[in-house]
């Protein structure tokens, strides 16, 4: 069974760090690109980051909102991509997904205050 968990979410400060974890089994980890979204309340889902497979050298993409306070990674031996969050701000208030293709996980609640 392909399934996606998704942990590390919670309350911080405007300016506050955190890392998310999303732990994927029933697939080969290693042979898809994963990728993390968000929905804010009232808001459509939307692209945050995504890493490449292997057969892709792992490539890096983010969405402009994100670029240079977000970093994604992944680790083949825990089967596990990270999303770690610096300088976080209030409208990255947000549910935030693990997805691969078609599936996601069920999200995790990252709160920003001012």
């Known amino acids: 069974q392909v399934e996606l968990v998704e942990s590390g979410g919670g309350l911080v400060q405007d300016g506050g760090s955190l890392t998310l974890s999303c732990v994927a089994s029933?697939?080969?980890?290693?042979?898809?690109?994963m990728k993390w979204y968000r929905q804010a309340p009232g808001k459509e889902r939307e692209f945050v980051a995504g890493?490449?497979?292997?057969?892709?050298?792992?490539?890096?993409f983010y969405a402009d909102s994100v670029k240079g306070r977000f970093s994604i990674s992944r680790d083949k031996a825990k089967n596990t991509v990270y999303l770690h969050m610096n300088s976080l701000k209030p409208e990255d208030t947000a549910i935030y997904y693990c997805?691969?293709?078609?599936?996601y996980g069920q999200g995790t609640q990252v709160t920003v205050s001012s």
């Open positions: 997805n691969r293709y078609v599936l």
């Open positions: 029933g697939f080969n980890f290693s042979e898809y690109s």
């Open positions: 890493i490449g497979s292997r057969e892709s050298g792992h490539s890096i």
